[in-house]
């Protein structure tokens, strides 16, 4: 069997895998939740958020440790790009979101903070870390950053809780049987969920590497498409669903706060496993996913306080535009270095 072929199919099955593992853990997650009384705002912003984002976890854990830094750090930009420009611009495009909130509306300028520290740091060093990059330093400075946002929404979401809905009633793609299921039943669930996700996040990479190397594109670029899409599936998954329950907030929250949690957690968790030097054609991925993150305080403060269809896909033809870009560099590179050749 040709070795492409090989890596194809690895990369699907890793993408499957994380899919499945994904979901499974926001399902267990959510009865967990329900169990013990958690409310719904509480579940958009952290659990669902979080659990969506444990495939690109997974995934820049076994990346960091094997010290493949264009993946680490394209798998993270490349998932923020992708969660605003295609999984908000495909949710938008199916039904037109508003954004009112005020827990929605504070969380945003902390998405817009996180991803302009991750730009200030790749030249800041804090420690002895890359001169450009990133450093075990900086990777606790995120942690603790995640920490004390993490304290911040459950405070908010506790004080509030009197004043949500239950889960059943607020967002409807819960069944009867995930409000029903026994706790410990949940629990097993999440560390299957947790055991398919590690082996996705491997052979995720095994393709991965394998496509970069074989076809001569550089890792970041993977990192950046192909893995950073297959890997936000499961935000596509909850936050399309979502928004065609007309369950904004949640819609709305779950790609916010897996943005936060992405740069604050998986990022800072990948540095202090191992520094991450910034990949060549950083700087343009970084000030994509900044635009696009600044992008959601205009869209929410519009007349209408939504994010309409034709938002929706201004954010999507943004994000094909930037896909397009990726794809001509890669092409672009690999026909050089060709030419150089013997």
Request: hydrophobic share 55%; proline share 4%.
């Amino acid at each position: 069997m040709p070795p492409t072929l090989v890596h194809i199919m690895l990369l699907a099955g890793g993408i499957a895998l994380l899919a499945i593992g994904g979901d499974t853990l926001i399902k267990a997650s959510v009865t967990i939740a329900h169990k013990l009384g958690v409310s719904t705002l509480l579940i958009g912003l952290t659990v669902v958020a979080f659990g969506t984002s444990a495939p690109e976890l997974a995934f820049n854990t076994i990346a960091s440790a094997n010290g493949n830094d264009g993946l680490v750090f394209g798998n993270v930009v490349g998932s923020n790009i992708c969660n605003i420009g295609l999984i908000l611009g495909i949710a938008a495009f199916l039904q037109p979101m508003v954004v009112h909130t005020d827990l929605v509306r504070r969380e945003i300028p902390i998405m817009i903070g996180a991803a302009l520290l991750m730009g200030v740091l790749a030249v800041v060093p804090l420690g002895s870390g890359p001169e450009r990059g990133y450093g075990r330093p900086e990777g606790v400075l995120m942690l603790a950053l995640m920490l004390g946002y993490a304290w911040m929404s459950v405070a908010i979401g506790l004080r509030q809780r009197a004043q949500t809905a239950t889960i059943g009633e607020s967002i409807e793609e819960v069944s009867a049987d995930d409000l029903r299921r026994p706790l410990r039943v949940a629990v097993g669930l999440v560390i299957v969920a947790l055991a398919m996700l590690t082996g996705g996040a491997k052979l995720t990479e095994m393709g991965a590497v394998g496509l970069a190397r074989g076809l001569g594109i550089p890792d970041a670029i993977i990192g950046l498409t192909i893995v950073a899409v297959g890997t936000s599936l499961p935000e596509l998954a909850a936050t399309v669903v979502a928004a065609r329950k007309r369950q904004s907030e949640l819609a709305i929250g779950n790609i916010v706060g897996s943005n936060i949690f992405n740069v604050l957690t998986i990022f800072g968790v990948s540095a202090v496993i191992s520094p991450v030097e910034l990949p060549e054609g950083a700087w343009v991925s970084l000030g994509v996913m900044i635009a696009l993150s600044v992008s959601l305080v205009v869209l929410s403060r519009t007349r209408s306080g939504r994010v309409s269809r034709f938002e929706g896909g201004v954010l999507l033809a943004a994000y094909a535009a930037y896909i397009a870009f990726q794809g001509y560099e890669a092409f672009a590179a690999q026909a050089g270095s060709a030419a150089g050749g013997p």
